[in-house]
Nanobody, 115 residues
């Protein structure tokens, strides 16, 4: 069973920042596009940001300019830097590692933004 270990969630006031981290086994990480998705209560999970193994990125329109995804291939870790947080960013955030052969998910970390 492949484990993705997420950390960094929490409670923050609107306008604040958080950084999420997700560590994966190296054999998986090196060959995966990594992504962060979120799911708010009663809503469908949506992709927030993704980064390919070569560093290409894409973002959900509502987080462009506020969130930055990055990866450290020496630490097998992907990050999501979240700035200027808004109450509507409140959700459980999930990391995933995707390739043509697999799509693994982390357990999720709660992000709560108070107004």
């Amino acid at each position: 069973q492949v484990q993705l270990v997420e950390s960094g969630g929490g409670l923050v006031q609107a306008g604040g920042s958080l950084r999420l981290s997700c560590a994966a086994p190296g054999s998986i990480f090196r060959r995966s596009a990594m992504g962060w998705s979120r799911q708010a209560p009663g809503q469908e999970r949506e992709l927030v940001a993704a980064i390919t193994s070569s560093g290409g990125t894409n973002y959900l329109d509502s987080v462009k300019g506020r969130f930055t995804i990055s990866r450290d291939n020496t630490k097998n870790t992907v990050y999501l830097q979240m700035n200027s947080l808004k109450p509507e960013d409140t959700a459980v955030y999930y990391c995933n590692a995707k390739s043509p052969l697999w799509n693994y998910w982390g357990q999720g970390t709660q992000v709560t933004v108070s107004s």
